[in-house]
């Protein structure tokens, strides 16, 4: 068995990559600019929604299931509109901030398909071997719940397969760099 401190390098490495690679193709190929709509009429839907406090919305609101069922909540319903609104607090975005949780998740990321890996595979396994054990857990870590909230938050089918592809790509990369770099 493999100590997971003997993987720090193989983890940090793959993190670097992954936050590297993951800002070009957000900064630089920008397919993903057209996930996002304006909203119409923009200025007054704002004005309306000023002073909301950041959180997380459902509308309509249902206290309990009976309340979903009630002929007013129905109606409600049908008339809409039905949605769910993230706000966030005013400002410019916290860039700095997000950045550096990107790359703690990055690196928990690589310390969680690590784990795996070295509770599975012994010094001296085949570069593909690893390849696929890493690959394998850091995708279903990069993309599987996008699909969740397709399902449940309603979130663009393309939308989800975008993002999974980027997960896909992220968890090429650190399978690559495990395979790479896997103890001897």
């Avoid at 599975?120 to 054990?133: C, D, I, N, S, W």
């Avoid at 938050?153 to 790509?169: E, F, Q, R, S």
Wanted: glycine content about 10%; some cysteine.
């Amino acid at each position: 068995m493999i100590s997971i401190v003997s993987l720090w390098m193989p983890i940090v490495v793959s993190a670097l990559f992954v936050f590297l690679v993951s800002s070009v193709m957000h900064m630089a190929l920008k397919y993903h600019k057209a996930d996002y709509r304006q909203l119409p009429d923009e200025a007054r839907q704002i004005e309306a929604l000023r002073g909301l406090p950041p959180g997380y919305y459902n509308f309509p609101y249902c206290t309990s299931m009976k309340d979903m069922g009630s002929p007013e909540m129905l109606d409600k319903f049908r008339r809409g509109p039905v949605g769910m609104l993230t706000v966030l607090p005013s400002g410019p975005p916290a860039m700095g901030k997000a950045l550096g949780l990107w790359f703690v998740f990055t690196l928990v990321v690589g310390v969680l398909a690590g784990y795996l890996a070295s509770r599975t595979l012994a010094p001296g396994t085949h570069y593909l071997q690893v390849f696929r054990v890493v690959g394998c857990a850091s995708f279903m870590a990069y993309s599987l719940a996008y699909f969740s909230d397709a399902i449940w938050k309603m979130k663009p089918w393309g939308m989800t397969l975008k993002h999974a592809i980027d997960g896909l790509v992220y968890g090429l990369l650190t399978a690559g760099v495990f395979g790479w770099l896997w103890p001897q």
